[in-house]
């Protein structure tokens, strides 16, 4: 089956600690995203890459990292940096825009990470 | 600032009706719309897209858009309580562009 996996689907950190969520697409997309979501709002743009070993910041990415070493595959790490990263974390992965045309973007099954 | 603009509701309907839930954007420039609807607690998922002016159809689904207002809209007929979820409104402006979206609509349908 095509589609996005996130992983783990909850997560706890503790204060002062780095964590990793797993972002891996088999739709053979090249663009991916990370959006972040709090209780009542919509998605931020945390980090997104349109080509291996390239990424660029969203609206939100202080305190986040990424890294794209594979075309599959696009891993958040949530530094300590981030004061407030209780939230669901949502991986995206959709085609380039090319002019018009099929440009969907499509959802992992989130990531809800919360500090303890 | 890219803006999309949703109104938050909730939006109630009886079962049976039509929900129409609204969407505006700031960006000329967008060429592309979409609606995703994401139930509580899970992961959004795509319902429509439409890329150009019109009504676009799908089942019980219609997207309307219309650029020169820069609005766009989705039309939900014979409503069901399963469509009872946040309706979230996302748009990609021109190029190699990113998504914007809305907060989303909240919609209750009641038996």
């Known amino acids: 089956d095509g589609g996005i996996t996130q992983s783990p689907k909850y997560l706890f950190r503790k204060e002062g600690q780095n964590v990793t969520l797993s972002c891996e697409q088999n739709l053979n997309h090249d663009a991916m995203y990370w959006y972040r979501q709090d209780p009542g709002q919509g998605l931020r743009l945390i980090y997104y890459?349109?080509?291996?070993?390239?990424?660029q910041k969203g609206d939100i990415a202080e305190g986040y990292s990424v890294s794209r070493e594979k075309k599959e595959s696009f891993p958040l790490t949530v530094t300590s940096a981030q004061k407030n990263p209780t939230a669901f974390y949502l991986c995206?992965?959709?085609?380039?825009?090319?002019?018009?045309?099929?440009?969907?973007?499509?959802f992992g099954q989130g990531t809800r990470l919360t500090v303890v | 600032q890219k803006e999309v603009e949703q109104n938050s509701g909730p939006l109630s309907v009886p079962e049976g009706a039509i929900a129409s839930l609204n969407c505006t954007y700031s960006?000329?420039?967008?060429?592309?719309f979409f609606w995703y609807r994401q139930y509580s607690g899970k992961s959004p998922e795509l319902i429509m897209s439409?890329?150009?002016?019109g009504d676009k159809e799908d089942g019980r689904f219609t997207a309307q858009l219309n650029k020169a207002s820069q609005y766009v809209s989705l039309l939900i007929r014979d409503s069901q309580p399963s469509d009872s979820a946040t309706y979230l409104c996302?748009?990609?402006?021109?190029?190699?562009?990113?998504?914007?979206f809305g907060k989303g609509t909240m919609l209750l349908v009641s038996p």
């Open positions: 890459s349109q080509i291996v070993n390239d990424f």
């Open positions: 996302a748009v990609r402006a021109g190029g190699y562009s990113t998504l914007t």
């Open positions: 439409i890329y150009s002016n």
């Open positions: 960006d000329r420039g967008s060429q592309s």
């Open positions: 995206a992965s959709s085609t380039l825009f090319q002019g018009a045309g099929r440009t969907e973007a499509f």
